[in-house]
């Protein structure tokens, strides 16, 4: 199958900085990519849409001043959290379709924590 | 309105008895899709099977088959004789409208699959 990179697959860092993490997809072109938070022992919640070449589409309630994402190429999109705080603290997690391929294919996730 | 319904939040199977998660689903869309997704402790989200809303017959995929059933938007995933492998975090997943490279797909709240020894 097709596959998606995601970097780093952890990070810890003090509350006030920025953190990018990067969703790569290494074998395909991908026009679209998604970007998801997941709180333990939770559901995967859908963060934007993340759009090549042109701004994301945030799901309502999510800050895009906050969670700044950016898709600069049709193989690489990040996501930049800003100014984290411990409540950022999260695993995120990044998937991409390829083409009309029925499934999504996932990274292998972020677990960020900010201390 | 919760779009994704996992009523299981945990169960306990012995291994190689059979399984099945329950995940029904809300949506006027006549076009749709359908996903099991397995997750382990490692994070990874592992794609399992999947179902198109005009597919008339039961997705299978080795062990895993999905009951779907239409009329009661329901979309059941059975897992055949259970291996201590299957030890994991099992979400079902929906695709609303027509299949694009742009379609979200959004998740239930999964269910917390252990099999014991």
């Known amino acids: 199958g097709a596959v998606v990179s995601q970097h780093p697959s952890w990070v810890i860092c003090k509350s006030g900085t920025s953190v990018k993490i990067e969703c790569r997809s290494l074998d395909f072109q991908a026009t679209t990519m998604f970007w998801y938070r997941q709180f333990p022992k939770q559901s995967l919640m859908l963060m934007a849409t993340?759009?090549?070449?042109?701004?994301?589409?945030?799901e309502q309630g999510v800050e895009k001043d906050k969670f700044l994402i950016n898709h600069a190429s049709l193989t690489l999109s990040t996501l930049t959290v800003t100014s984290a705080h411990p409540e950022d603290s999260s695993f995120y997690i990044c998937?991409?379709?390829?083409?009309?391929?029925?499934?999504?294919?996932f990274g292998q996730g972020t677990r960020l924590t900010v201390v | 309105a919760q779009k994704i319904t996992q009523t299981q939040p945990g169960m306990f199977v012995q291994e190689k008895e059979a399984v099945t998660l329950d995940c029904t689903y809300d949506?006027?869309?006549?076009?749709?899709?359908l996903f099991w997704y397995k997750q382990p402790s490692s994070g990874e989200m592992i794609f399992l099977i999947y179902q198109g809303s005009y597919d008339e017959q039961n997705a299978t995929e080795g062990r895993y088959s999905l009951n779907f059933q239409k009329a009661r938007k329901s979309a059941n995933l059975v897992i055949s004789a259970s291996q201590l492998g299957d030890s994991a975090m099992y979400f079902c997943a929906m695709r609303e409208g027509r299949r694009s490279s742009a379609s979200k797909i959004i998740f239930g709240s999964g269910t917390r699959l252990s099999i014991r020894p």
């Open positions: 949506t006027s869309d006549q076009s749709y899709g």
């Open positions: 998937s991409a379709k390829r083409g009309l391929d029925t499934e999504a294919f």
């Open positions: 993340s759009n090549e070449g042109s701004k994301a589409t945030y």
